[in-house]
């Protein structure tokens, strides 16, 4: 068996495509949709992402600033900057790039950013309503993997899925948004016994550990769908997922690639989100 891909590039572009319409609309009712992207420090992966988002939020119509900040700034300056987001108007959702540098209190942070504000959806308010199942915004990543189940039709129903890593903006969420969609789930993480043993009774598995190619064809049962979350730089510069590509191929029936799989899709959400606040606007 060789997998179909799925194509995270062609769909974002899809989504980009619907939201200009919505971005549209709703400027013609005066109100253009504002993202501030908060960027602290010069690490080079955080700042190729931020652009990518800038880039995206231009594509679309969306009014992007990138607040950029030097490494040494404070918590309390930092603060300070997420309250002004918080109080001006043409704000529709704040994002802080994470990884923050060390002297600053992630959680802090994100406890400041106002929930209706928070388009990343890692504010506590926003966690709590996934977890319940309350409307509030999705985090980026999981919403884009979700997405993408519905793009190629692929029902979770009684299906098992197994995610490795249980990080708060992937692995935790997915696993809740699957659960939702009546899949049961495993969650796997780095003390995991035997981690092989226990993909290879996956329908479905979401890969989100950041390890290059650490799931190799032998960790996945034929016909499974495989969702690679990772982005791993090579010392040659390239990227590259948790999966290793090649050799999964041959066994699963849907995998994602790497580039060109989540990451789009992650983006192209985090425009959907903050579209979706503008719109509270109205
Ligand atoms: N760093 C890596 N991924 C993300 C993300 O989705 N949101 C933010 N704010 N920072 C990140």
Redesign the pocket.
């Known amino acids: 068996m060789t997998a179909t891909i799925i194509d995270g590039k062609q769909l974002a572009a899809q989504k980009r495509k619907q939201l200009t319409t919505r971005v549209e609309a709703l400027v013609q009712r005066g109100v253009t949709p504002g993202l501030t992207v908060i960027l602290v420090g010069d690490d080079p992966a955080?700042a190729t992402?931020v652009r990518g988002k800038e880039k995206a939020c231009q594509a679309v119509g969306i009014n992007s600033r990138v607040v950029r900040l030097p490494a040494a700034t404070s918590e309390a300056e930092l603060l300070a900057h997420v309250h002004a987001c918080n109080e001006d108007a043409s704000v529709d959702g704040i994002?802080?790039?994470?990884?923050l540098p060390r002297h600053i209190d992630e959680r802090k942070i994100i406890q400041a950013i106002d929930p209706a504000k928070d388009v990343?959806g890692?504010h506590p308010v926003n966690m709590g309503n996934l977890v319940i199942g309350t409307p509030g915004f999705l985090?980026?990543?999981p919403y884009g993997i979700m997405e993408m189940f519905k793009a190629y039709d692929i029902s979770l129903a009684g299906k098992h899925a197994v995610v490795i890593g249980r990080s708060n903006?992937v692995g935790k969420p997915i696993a809740l948004l699957m659960q939702r969609e009546h899949a049961t789930v495993t969650m796997c993480h780095s003390r995991t016994q035997d981690l092989a043993e226990v993909t290879r009774t996956a329908d479905v598995v979401v890969a989100a550990v950041g390890r290059a190619h650490l799931v190799t064809g032998d960790f996945i049962k034929p016909g499974a769908v495989v969702i690679d979350v990772g982005m791993n730089r090579l010392p040659n510069g390239k990227l590259t997922g948790d999966v290793a590509y090649d050799d999964v191929k041959e066994t699963a029936a849907y995998m994602t690639p790497v580039p060109g799989g989540v990451g789009p899709m992650?983006i192209a959400m985090?425009l959907y989100n903050t579209v979706q606040s503008a719109e509270q606007r109205l």
């Open positions: 955080s992402y994002l802080v790039q994470l990884p990343d890692f985090p980026c990543t903006i992650t985090l």
